[in-house]
Structure formats: structure tokens, C-alpha cells
């Protein structure tokens, strides 16, 4: 089982960019999917969540700019990114609970220019 992670690029300031996370290697859905995102020489952190109630939970950073989805008949969840700003550069991780483990996508990058 595993988590992977596409979409991301580079992108000029004001951009957009939509990653997309799909697991593959098993039917099972993907549980309390997030985003989650680690920039050079800071810690890595929570972008963005969805609650199994269908609730969202985003970082203050990112709120009204990022949007967080999912499609189950795919099996994958999506982070569409609008109004990328040069401090969004890093590199992005999907996570989520597929049975009992949790597990980590691999991570893409995101790089916005100015």
C-alpha cells in the first residue's frame, strides 16, 4: 500500500497548482486525509485536513487560497492551490489512514516564483 503524490511544479506568484494524492495497492478508502508541507530549514506542517464528519481544517496561512478535496470513486484526495504566494514553496506530503496504518505519501514539490 502506498500514497503518492503528484502535481506539484513550479509556478509564478498568483498561480495555481493541484496536487492530487491516490493510494494504490489496495481498495480501501483513504481515512482523515491531510496535507501537510516542509520548507527548507523548518519543520514540517499541517496544510490542510478533512474530518470524516466532512469537515475541513486548514492552516491559517492558506485559508481562502487552498482548498482540500477528495474523490472516492478514485480513490484520491486533491489540495488545489490558488493565489500561491513565494512562502507556499516547499514540499508537500499527503498522509491518511488506509486500514489500520497511516501512512505517508513521498512528496512533491511546489516552488512559486515571484
Known amino acids: 500500500v502506498q500514497l503518492q503524490a503528484s502535481g506539484g511544479g513550479l509556478v509564478q506568484a498568483g498561480g495555481s497548482l493541484r496536487l492530487s494524492c491516490v493510494a494504490s495497492?489496495?481498495?480501501?478508502?483513504?481515512?482523515?486525509p491531510g496535507w501537510y508541507r516542509q520548507a527548507p530549514g523548518k519543520q514540517r506542517e499541517m496544510v490542510a485536513t478533512l474530518l470524516s464528519d466532512g469537515n475541513t481544517i486548514y492552516a491559517d496561512s492558506v485559508k481562502d487560497r487552498f482548498t482540500i478535496s477528495r474523490d472516492n470513486a478514485k480513490n484520491t484526495v486533491s489540495l488545489q492551490m490558488n493565489s500561491l504566494k513565494r512562502e507556499d514553496t516547499a514540499v508537500y506530503y499527503c498522509n491518511g489512514r488506509i486500514g489500520a496504518r497511516f501512512y505517508w505519501g513521498q512528496g512533491t514539490q511546489v516552488t512559486v516564483s515571484s
Open positions: 495497492g489496495t481498495v480501501l478508502s483513504i481515512n482523515a
